[in-house]
Structure formats: structure tokens, C-alpha cells
């Protein structure tokens, strides 16, 4: 591609080993932005070297750089994907559909943070004409390789809007989040609360250290193998449950301590001297991140303390603006999390079929807006 005076290329890695950590982390991570940690190189590399991500699991990196000379000035995670597993976007109609008619959906290209169901940056640039580029390029390499499909999960709106210049279509979700409104305390926060809501919160907190529980904040050097041991059982406890094979390995946990300890927050519920449970959550810019959650003894509201209000109370501590609790949940909203829209763009190669999955989309926005205004009445929150 030319401007006249340099030309872009762009070309595909299928390791993060095959680019610099400096350079990508400057795309992803400028330094007059808030810091996204899933997009950095050492979480994202940190899956590739930990055997979590890997083309055995379904999961080929692909990434797509955007180079003009020898400098870096796009980049975007991008994965064949050989299933529709540990996405959060769920396309497996779309899939079954396609295949029903003849079609070969699998394999697909996916620009996603693996297993992450976090909105980010997913088109690295520094600015709108780069992040076009990039978007432009993926789609033909999806046409070049023939793919059934290009998937930009959970990407920024201003990056939504990119795809709808490129005539990408535009899917929204949902997800539940916490906003600091300048809050001293949680204390403060429940002063904001309806009264028999508040009343609730309280209850339900009160009920913790009644059951003999004590709650740790653990962060950067501190954590130690102990913690990842005992929290390695939670994870997989969780995953068995939920996925009946937990996505990450035990190695990524190590790999992320040792590299990004600083960005992690562990908040473990201890009893008569033994973790019983725990939560990971990754500190951004401006955002706490809850991210995996599990326990080897059932207490009442046990989840929701370690989960929901240990993060509200560290976000507010920390002046953090934002807690994002992960996907699904409607029992948030109880708990003071907010419903918020989520955004994905979307290629498929096939006309007919792309014009099916067009008119379903558009009846999907159509509800999913009016959920996310329905579920704004049910907030705990006073009116007015």
C-alpha cells in the first residue's frame, strides 16, 4: 500500500516471539492512555509460552503487524480458531446454521484477548488512519485464506465505529460494571443506595467474618507459591465446572506472576488458617479487572465479598474509576454493577449467508438495548 512517499505492509506472525516486546507494548499500551493489561505483550505471550494457547487447544496465533519500513505502527491479536470456545461472543448458531447448509464454518479468524471476555483495544495503532488500515488488512487476509469468517471481539466503540466504515457488522452484548463516583469509602458507595438495598449490602457483608472468614488483599511481591498452589485448586475447581476442562494452564499462572505481579490482585478468603477462596483480578490504568474465581468451601454470600465488594472496596482505595466484574451475571445489579453495552464487528465471506446473519443482528441490537434500559430500573441505586 502507498502514500506517495512510503509503503505499508502488512504480514502476519504466528508467534509473539517473532515481534519486539517494546514495540508492541507501545502500540498497545501508549503511555498517554490508561493500561490495558490483557493487550500487553507479557500477558498475551504469557499464553503462548505457558501452552495455553496453542493450535492443540484450537487457538493459532496469527497476529497481523502493519509495518511502513522498519517501524511498527499497527498490530492486532489475531487467531485461526478451529472451535468457537473461551470466546464470550457466542457464534455457535451462527456455526451450526453454516454447516447445515453445506458450508465449512471452521476454521475462522478471531481478534481476541483469549479466554478474556474484556472490552480493550483489539486494533493497536496510533491513530484512526493506521487502525483502518489494520482493519482493512485483516479482512483480506480473511479473503485470501478463504476463511468463513473475521471476529473483532470486544473491541473499543471507537474501534466499532472503524468496522462500520469498513462494512464490518456490528454486534452488542452486555456485561455488568462498577463506577467509582468519587467515592472516600464504600461506605460512602452504599450512601448512595436505596435504603433497603443498602440494608442488604450490609447483611451480606456482615455475614463473612460471622462465618470466621478473613479476606487478604495480595498484590505484587507478596504473592507467593502458596497463593498460585492455593489458588491453582480454586481455578480448576471453577473450570471443571464450568468448561469441564479449565482453559489455562498452571504454567500461565506462574509466567503472569513473575512478569506482570504488580498489575495482579488476589483477594483469598482464609478460615482457621487455610484459604477456602480466592479471586484474581488484573489492575489496569483505570479499571480493576475481576477475572477467575473459586473456593473449596461453600460460605453464604462468600462468592459475592471476594468477587464484587472486595474489588469495589480496592477500586475506591486505589482511586480506580471502574471495576469490571467479567461477563453474565444479572445478580450484579443487586450488588451495585451497572449494565453496560458491549461492541464486536464481524466479516463473513459469503454474501447470502452474510446478509442472514445482518438481519439477525440488527433484532439482537434492537433487544439488547432495550434489556440494557429495562435493567437500568433495577439498579440499587436511588432514583432521581
Not at 453445506?102 to 475462522?108: D, L, M, Q, R
Not at 477475572?291 to 453464604?300: A, D, I, K, Q, S
Request: overall charge negative; aromatic content about 12%; proline content about 4%.
Amino acid at each position: 500500500m502507498a502514500d506517495g512517499s512510503s509503503t505499508l505492509a502488512a504480514r502476519t506472525i504466528s508467534s509473539l516471539d517473532e515481534i519486539d516486546r517494546e514495540a508492541w507494548d507501545a502500540l498497545a499500551n501508549p503511555a498517554d492512555c490508561p493500561y490495558h493489561p490483557f493487550v500487553s505483550w507479557d500477558f498475551l505471550h504469557a499464553l503462548e509460552a505457558s501452552g495455553s494457547v496453542r493450535p492443540e487447544t484450537g487457538w493459532q496465533p496469527f497476529h497481523l503487524l502493519l509495518e511502513e519500513g522498519d517501524a511498527l505502527i499497527g498490530a492486532m491479536p489475531l487467531y485461526v480458531k478451529g472451535h468457537s470456545q473461551g470466546e464470550y461472543v457466542f457464534d455457535y448458531a451462527w456455526a451450526d446454521a453454516y454447516e447445515r447448509a453445506g458450508g465449512k464454518y471452521y476454521p475462522k479468524l478471531l481478534s481476541a484477548v483469549p479466554f478474556t471476555p474484556v472490552p480493550g483495544p483489539r486494533l493497536l495503532a496510533r491513530d484512526d488512519g493506521a487502525r483502518l488500515q489494520l482493519a482493512g488488512a485483516a479482512t483480506q487476509i480473511a479473503e485470501k485464506f478463504a476463511f468463513s469468517s473475521l471476529h473483532i471481539n470486544f473491541l473499543q466503540p471507537e474501534e466499532a465505529r472503524i468496522g462500520d466504515a469498513l462494512g464490518l457488522l456490528r454486534r452488542s452484548g452486555q456485561q455488568y460494571h462498577f463506577t467509582n463516583h468519587g467515592y472516600d469509602s464504600f461506605d460512602d458507595f452504599l450512601g448512595e443506595l436505596a435504603s433497603r438495598k443498602r440494608k442488604n449490602l450490609r447483611k451480606e457483608r456482615e455475614k463473612i467474618p460471622a462465618e470466621g472468614v478473613e479476606i487478604e488483599w495480595i498484590t505484587g511481591s507478596d504473592i507467593t507459591e502458596e497463593h498460585l498452589d492455593a489458588f491453582w485448586i480454586f481455578y480448576q475447581d471453577t473450570g471443571a465446572r464450568k468448561w469441564g476442562t479449565p482453559y489455562l494452564t498452571r504454567t500461565f499462572f506462574r509466567l503472569l506472576i513473575e512478569r506482570m505481579a504488580d498489575k495482579v490482585l488476589l483477594v483469598m478468603a482464609k478460615r482457621d488458617g487455610q484459604y477456602i477462596a480466592g479471586a484474581l483480578n488484573m489492575i489496569g490504568g483505570d479499571t480493576l479487572y475481576g477475572r477467575y474465581w473459586g473456593c473449596t468451601e461453600h460460605v453464604p454470600f462468600l462468592h459475592f465479598e471476594v468477587c464484587y465488594y472486595q474489588a469495589i472496596d480496592y477500586a475506591i482505595a486505589n482511586g480506580l474509576t471502574r471495576v469490571e466484574a467479567g461477563a453474565q451475571g444479572e445478580h450484579k445489579i443487586a450488588r451495585g454493577y451497572e449494565p453496560v453495552e458491549t461492541h464486536s464487528a464481524h466479516w463473513i465471506r459469503d454474501d447470502n449467508f452474510r446478509t442472514a446473519i445482518a438481519r439477525y443482528l440488527e433484532d439482537e441490537r434492537a433487544h439488547n438495548e432495550a434489556d440494557i434500559d429495562i435493567l437500568k430500573h433495577y439498579t440499587p441505586y436511588r432514583k432521581g
